[in-house]
């Protein structure tokens, strides 16, 4: 009986193991993502003229691009994209929503994400 033991527990222990790995790379990916959103929105190469500004749609043809990089599949109508500004000084907002499939030996669920750049 004591190996039985030993051997659920271990079982048990990696279960937990394998989703906290899956859970906390999601995360992890989720946060890096969010950064290239920021790094997206803030428009660096139009503000000092080396670049014109994006258009909504190359911004999500980008933003799906950059979600690809970090094995996040993304649609066009997940990523909302929110221009102000002038053509020298863009203000641009990009948000997304999308969820990650945890998939486990029996079980799957999803982690549902909202990374978006800083508010305007």
Request: charged share 20%.
């Amino acid at each position: 009986m004591g190996k039985a033991k030993v051997i659920i527990g271990l079982a048990l222990v990696s279960l937990g193991l394998m989703a906290g790995w899956q859970v906390v790379s999601c995360e992890i990916a989720n946060l890096a993502f969010q950064e290239d959103l920021q790094d997206l929105s803030a428009q660096g190469g139009a503000r000092i003229g080396l670049l014109s500004a994006s258009s909504e749609e190359d911004l999500r043809n980008t933003v799906i691009r950059k979600a690809g990089t970090h094995d996040i599949v993304l649609q066009p109508g997940q990523i909302t994209v929110d221009k102000r500004g002038t053509p020298e000084y863009p203000f641009v907002y990009i948000a997304v929503d999308y969820k990650a499939l945890v998939k486990l030996p029996g079980y799957s669920f999803e982690l549902h994400f909202t990374p978006a750049s800083k508010k305007m």
